[in-house]
């Protein structure tokens, strides 16, 4: 009987030593002080308040080891990474990264969203290089869900647009859906039309590899709606709008073209066409200059001066439009479109020399690509397509 009352008071003193340390460790290790960095958008405040939401999450322990793993919390939803370092007892450091906005809707408001489509702010501030989406129908929308397009796959292509401006280093200030779902996007001053959801990934090439030809003072709309990676046309029609920047810019623009519209070099794209006329390497966007010759920056390219010559003595048809055809394209590997390859013993390269994967010279000696596009390394014509 002494026996078992010893075993009981035993048991009962574990199970009391026990209880201290689990309330000595719920009630001294409370956070006391929050230190938070990497947030830029989102104050110290939210973020603490994000995450210290109930008597336990208040526990420094309990804390840290809730989120070693770099967990979120469903409260902030907008945060792309974060770790917490416990300091002391009574001290964490927590390290954010947030999500990158890539778009917004105006709804009155500014509905920020990011690259899955979840709307992560609305706001009355807008923010600087992030492009508006416009011409879509809208929903209700709800903080922290899904931007409510008419579509999935109309969100979906947004999206993917995006991602392809991106990539080529490109950035949007608007990117416009007509009402028959004509995409239209505007870089600077330059108003790019891609028509329908489709080879957007060849059309963003193309428009990347032109707009380093254009002084950033161009403005015109490029007609890339109807590329597919074949080797097509893309008429650019300059704009008569007149830009009004500071004093340099201006002398800049008039340095480019003796009346104002800025100049276009597609020496880098290949041979150019205007209105179906001769080949050229560099081609001035003017309104109304007839038979003008080529600025004396392109005179020490060969191709520019082959263009002079094929330039001199003919007059434009039209000033309203300039053809783009680049001599020989294709595609590598990964799908890209690279400009202006060629031949170098046996070997594919680019303009810089280096070799492009994905593609190879066949016993005929042309160049295959990766999509099996047979082109005259000459000529650039695809030879399998006429």
Known sequence: MRTRRKRILKNFGFLLVLVVLVLAVLFLFRVRKVT??????????????????????????????????????DTMPYLESMKITMDS???????????????????????????????????????????????????????????????????????????????????????????????????GYIDAILGQDEYLEEKVANLRAILDTMSSMTAGTLHLENVTGKNEDIVFSPSDEVIEETETQTEQLEDDSADGTANVDTSTLGGATTDGGAASGSVDSADGDSGSDDSDDSGSDDDSGDSADADSGEEEDSADTTSYSADVMAFNSSGQLIHHVSIQDGVVVDSSGNEVDGCYVNEDGNIVDAYQNIIDPVTGDALNLQ
């Open 36 to 73: 938070v960095s990497g947030n830029s958008r989102y104050s110290s405040e939210q973020i603490e308040e994000g995450l210290l939401t109930d008597f336990f999450s208040k526990n420094t322990l309990v804390l840290w080891w809730t989120y070693k793993d770099g967990d979120i919390p």
């Open 89 to 187: 007892p009574f001290s964490i450091t927590v390290t954010v990264s947030e999500k990158e906005l890539v778009g917004y809707f105006d709804t009155g408001s500014y509905a920020y969203f990011d690259d899955s489509g979840i709307i992560l702010e609305i706001t009355d501030t807008v923010y600087s290089d992030i492009p508006v989406i416009t011409g879509v129908s809208l929903g209700e929308v709800t903080l922290y869900q899904k931007a409510p397009t008419e579509s999935n796959s109309q969100l979906r292509t947004i999206l993917s647009l995006l991602e392809l401006l991106d990539y080529q280093g490109l950035t949007a200030k608007e990117i416009r859906f007509a009402d028959d779902s004509d995409i239209t996007v505007t870089i």
